[in-house]
């Protein structure tokens, strides 16, 4: 089955240094990898994709993540964290198999950046 | 980029009662849409998904005749919960793909979401 890991329920930082937030899938065939934030009360927000190509994929924001194949991993970075940042992180997968295209996510990551 | 909005973007009902929750594609018609439900700090759950002029596809687990999915156009999937109870407050967002070109390409956009409190 398609799924996400985010081992990390909760991430802390300091303004001005470098994040990482953590996510590894479990796919079959070629994954299609997604990150997400969302604030209080809002709906998602997308950040960035991989479907093909250069391993390091940069999105929204200063956000990247690289696309580790044989980590199975995905983490999104970036490299110097704002008070701003501060939001529910979700690294998702789309499920192509189906004709529907599901996307499934994984249990978020809190990133709380400190001034 | 495409906007999809739901209304209301939060509603407060008593228990017993039902309510509607509407998802609209703005600039671009879905054929397949999602609902999703998120219960505090907590991530997203697929609930069901949303094909237009045929019957809605739920995840195991969902009750279909708790939640009434309604597909009847390419730019509007509704959820109405049905016989609410305290236990059904929660989050609930819904997403609609665009197909991109002619493959099997889509991209997915999500709609603000819509906090349903039932007292």
């Known amino acids: 089955a398609q799924s996400v890991a985010q081992p990390e329920d909760q991430v802390n930082v300091a303004e001005g240094n470098p994040l990482t937030v953590k996510c590894t899938y479990s796919v079959s065939g070629n994954p299609y990898l997604f990150w997400y934030v969302q604030y209080p009360n809002r709906g998602l927000q997308f950040l960035l994709k991989?479907?093909?190509?250069?391993?390091l994929v940069k999105g929204s924001y200063g956000f990247e993540a690289e696309f580790n194949k044989s980590q199975t991993s995905f983490h999104l970075k970036k490299p110097s964290a704002l008070v701003s940042d501060s939001a529910l992180y979700f690294c998702?997968?789309?499920?192509?198999?189906?004709?529907?295209?599901?996307?499934?996510f994984g249990a978020g990551t809190r990133l709380f950046v400190k001034a | 980029g495409a906007v999809v909005s739901q209304h209301p973007s939060w509603v407060i009902c008593k228990s017993g009662t039902s309510v509607k929750i509407e998802c609209r594609s703005l600039?671009?018609?879905?054929?397949?849409m999602f609902w999703y439900r998120q219960f505090p700090k907590q991530s997203l759950m697929l609930m069901a998904t949303?094909?237009?002029?045929?019957?809605?596809?739920?995840e195991q687990g969902v009750e279909k005749d708790k939640f009434l999915i309604n597909h009847a156009s390419l730019t509007l999937s509704t959820l109405t919960v049905t016989s609410a109870h305290p236990e059904d407050s929660s989050f609930y967002i819904c997403?609609?793909?665009?197909?991109?070109?002619?493959?099997?390409?889509?991209?997915?956009?999500f709609g603000p979401g819509t906090r349903l409190t039932v007292t």
């Open positions: 998702a997968v789309r499920d192509i198999r189906t004709g529907g295209f599901k996307t499934i």
């Open positions: 600039d671009f018609q879905a054929t397949t």
């Open positions: 997403s609609a793909n665009q197909q991109r070109g002619t493959g099997r390409s889509y991209e997915q956009y």
């Open positions: 991989y479907i093909t190509g250069d391993n």
């Open positions: 949303s094909n237009e002029g045929s019957k809605a596809t739920y």
